[in-house]
């Protein structure tokens, strides 16, 4: 009899640690998907962010200046909204065209809230002193915030 009841408690204890550890693990597995979910989400935003910064043609700046806005929040918009209307009259008077394009793009720091990551975008810019076009690489850092469920960028400094 006294064997039974032990039988018994040790397959109860097994039975709690086999489903805490269960438990344990499912927790881990959800915070490392939201994790790379999270990791995805920064570097799209980025992505995009310095793809439409890098991509503007003076046939349709509006938009275009728009669409970096749209990503924007904080001083960055602010500064980037302030030069839109001489940057709209110097794009239209020398015929700019740069067409980005994302090369790289890693994460350097983040948090719940906010981001820094290191892209690298090439671009062919053509305008009115390079018809013919010149390739220009920029190794940019962007600073992003978590704004209402979006990933937004709060700064864009050219580096190295």
Known sequence: MAHGRLTAAALAVGTVVVT????????????QRAETQRQQDILAAAR???????SLDYRHYERDS?????GATGDFKE???????ELTKLVAANKSV???QVLEAGIARAD????????????????TAAPEGQARTYRLQ??????????????????G
């Open 20 to 31: 805490a550890l269960s438990g344990w693990l499912c927790v881990e597995v959800y915070e």
């Open 48 to 54: 995009q962010s310095a793809l439409n910064f890098t």
């Open 66 to 70: 728009a669409n970096v806005l749209k």
């Open 79 to 85: 500064q980037f909204a302030a030069q839109t209307a």
């Open 98 to 100: 740069s067409q980005g």
């Open 112 to 127: 719940e809230r906010s981001a820094r990551v290191l892209v690298v975008a090439d671009s062919k810019v053509t305008n």
């Open 142 to 159: 962007l600073d992003l915030v978590l704004e209402s469920g979006r990933w937004l960028t709060s700064n864009v400094e050219f580096v």
